[in-house]
Every structure is written in C-alpha cells, then in structure tokens.
C-alpha cells in the first residue's frame, strides 16, 4: 500500500504543489476541465455519510428512541428486499462517482496504439480494490480459510465495474456506450424474467452467487459435523450483479463526459445532468412494476432509478459548486473525497473507539447511557482528523 499525492480516477486530486498550481497552465479551459470541486464533494458527501454521519446519528437515535427520529432512522437502513430507502443510495453513488472521474483520466488514452499500459493498470488497480474488499469483509485477516469470502464488498464491485467500463470507454463512441448499457441491462434482465422470479431464494442471481462461490460465498455457515450450509438470511448477489455494476459505473462516466466536454457552457450541461436523471428515475419507477427495485440484487431497474438519482445529485452538485461557484461552507467535504478509499478502510476496518475508551473512560459516569454514544462519535472523529491530517499533508491513497 503506497500513499502518494497524484491526480487519479477514484481520488480525483491534483499532483502539482501548491506553489506551482499557478505555473505551467496550458489554459483556463483545460485547467477547469481537469478539476472540477463537485466530483470530490459529492464523493466526500458520500463518504461522510458512510464513515461519519450515518454511524453517529444511528448510535444517537437508538438511545433517544424518539418517534419522529425512528422515522428519519428508517431511511439510513437497507431495505429488506422490494423498494429503495435513502440509504440504498450510497453504495450506487459511490460506483457512480468512479465512472464520473474516469472521462479525465482514460481519455488520453483512447488513441494510444498499444493499449497495453492502460490495461495493465487497470488489472493492478482491479486486483488492490479486490483485496481491500476482502479486508473489510471477506474475513482474509482471520486467517482462516472456512471463514474467508471471496466477493461481497462495495469495493470489489467498483472494481468489476470499472473494468467494464473503462473497456467499453476505451475502444467506443458515444453510440457504441449506450448501446452497451442497453445489452448490460438486457443480458441482466433476461435470466432473471425466465430463470426465476424475484423472491430472495428464487431468483436467478442467487442460483448463480450459489453455483459459483459455493462455501466461499458471504452468509455461509458451518455445521457441527464440518459440512456447510447458506444462510437463509443473506440475500446480497454479486456474480449477476456484475453486470449491472458496471452499468452503474457507466452512467457515471456518462456524466463525467458531459462535464467533461461541457465546460465552456456549464448551464445548460447541469440541465442536460438533470434531465437525464429525471428520464432514469422515471424509467426506473415504471419499471419497477415488472422488475422490482431491488438493491439487494442490483436488478435493473433498481440501477436505473439510483442512477437517475445519482444524477440528480451529481447536477445539484455540480450546479452550484462549479456553475455558481458556490464552495463556501463545502470544502470540507474533500477531506473525505480526496481520500475516500482510505476513509472507507479505516472507518470499516479500523477500530478507534478502543483508543477513545482509554482516554475517555473517566467520563462514563457522567455520560451514563450515552457514553457508547461519544464512543461512536470519537471513533469517527479520530478517523475525520487522521484524513485532515493526510488532506493537509497531500497524503493521497492511489489505486
């Protein structure tokens, strides 16, 4: 694991200091195109959410246990099974935001005649993603293999995501990406109406997650006599997901072009970002009446209605911070965004609420009932100063 300061796909910073960022500019318009303030925002706005707010306001409620707050709660969890709760959004927008930052980076490669050193960062960036999502969630670091899970993380789905997405962007046109989008979702979809149904031990995504990982899937249990069983309890699907993980991934890069290319007009590119998500949202919901939005399972409608909302708040975003220029109050927010990977692993990885308890432990009789509440927010709190500290010292995880 190398921490170095570099503009990259999935932390979009720049690597010029901040004494020469002034110096060399080939032009306002490229400088501007290169670095656009909502693309880390709306990442550390995701981020926040994820390794902060959710955790704390959680915590909080849950001692309050007040009526209108259990309301609010609701939507900062999962849905069970058929609908979409608030929550549901971040995992979707965290795959969005990586397609988003990929037309900056992967552009300059489309003309390459060997495509060989892209692809090869691509396989190294895919293989690091895939072992960090191991050790936040497949077990690796018990050392044990009956209890090691091979695919069953966020950040191995932006991995196999972005793999398909970069391919499609460096060998395609505008045309030719669509046309993969629709025959993602098309191949997704066709297994899943004739193979199945969308019951949680019925549809044809769990078949498939069951056929090929086997014992290494997430949710398996062992038996006292050494044979292993599924759980019935755990329904995410990650093999078929694939598919539409990469469409997610997509249509962020959809907006990442549209950004991109419209710089000098930026108006009119935030209404284009808003009509699309109006038109995905849209077809999601009507969807949603023959495929049921599913996030559990990644169906498709499910991937167009969050990407029509992924666009939405990427318009909102990118509206006011880079067409107004409204920053104020924001900038913050790029602690997490500049560094997400790294905010990611730490907040699900690392335990700092041991620190604070043995620092902290003389306040526990005074805060009685809610000192497991300052735990939680110590915890997140000690992670929000360890990336300050990296954001202030250009300190930058590249994958």
């Avoid at 930052?101 to 495509?115: A, E, G």
């Avoid at 899970?149 to 060998?171: D, E, W």
């Avoid at 997610?248 to 990442?256: E, H, I, K, P």
């Avoid at 009509?275 to 919901?285: F, P, S, Y």
């Amino acid at each position: 694991m190398i921490f170095i300061s570099l503009h990259e796909n999935l932390n979009t910073i720049s690597s010029t200091p901040r004494h020469m960022e002034n110096k060399n500019s080939h032009s306002k318009t490229e400088g501007a195109s290169n670095r656009l303030a909502s693309l880390d925002i709306l990442r550390g706005f995701d981020l926040f959410l994820l390794v902060f707010f959710q955790p704390v306001l959680v915590a909080l409620g849950q001692q309050l246990n007040l009526p209108w707050l259990n309301s609010i709660l609701y939507q900062f969890d999962h849905e069970r099974w058929a609908g979409f709760r608030f929550w549901d959004l971040v995992m979707p927008l965290f795959l969005f935001m990586a397609g988003a930052s990929m037309p900056f980076s992967l552009s300059k490669h489309r003309n390459d005649v060997s495509k060989r050193p892209v692809y090869r960062k691509l396989l190294k960036r895919f293989a690091w993603l895939f072992f960090f999502g191991m050790l936040v969630q497949g077990n690796i670091l018990s050392f044990n293999p009956q209890y090691i899970r091979l695919y069953s993380n966020t950040l191995q789905a932006i991995a196999t995501g972005y793999v398909i997405a970069a391919m499609v962007q460096l060998h395609l046109q505008w045309k030719g990406m669509i046309a993969c989008v629709f025959g993602l979702l098309a191949l997704y979809s066709v297994p899943m109406y004739l193979c199945g149904d969308f019951t949680p031990e019925g549809n044809f995504a769990e078949h498939v997650d069951r056929w090929v990982l086997g014992r290494w899937r997430d949710g398996v249990y062992w038996n006292t006599d050494g044979t292993w069983s599924f759980s019935p309890y755990y329904n995410y699907t990650w093999i078929w997901s694939s598919l539409n993980f990469g469409v997610t991934v997509l249509l962020g890069s959809f907006s990442g072009m549209l950004m991109k290319n419209g710089n000098t007009q930026r108006r009119k590119t935030a209404a284009y970002l808003t009509a699309i998500g109006i038109g995905l949202t849209l077809i999601g919901c009507l969807w949603h009446e023959s495929m049921p939005i599913i996030k559990r399972i990644w169906s498709s409608s499910m991937t167009v209605f969050s990407g029509g909302l992924c666009f939405l708040l990427m318009a909102a975003f990118y509206y006011v911070i880079d067409c107004l220029g409204v920053q104020k109050g924001l900038n913050w927010l790029r602690i997490y965004g500049m560094n997400s990977i790294t905010a990611y692993l730490l907040g699900e990885v690392v335990n700092f609420r041991c620190l604070a308890h043995s620092v902290c432990y003389g306040l526990e009789k005074w805060f009685g009932d809610y000192y497991q509440v300052w735990l939680t927010f110590a915890n997140f709190l000690i992670l929000f100063f360890i990336l300050r500290w990296m954001y202030q010292h250009r300190i930058f995880l590249k994958i």
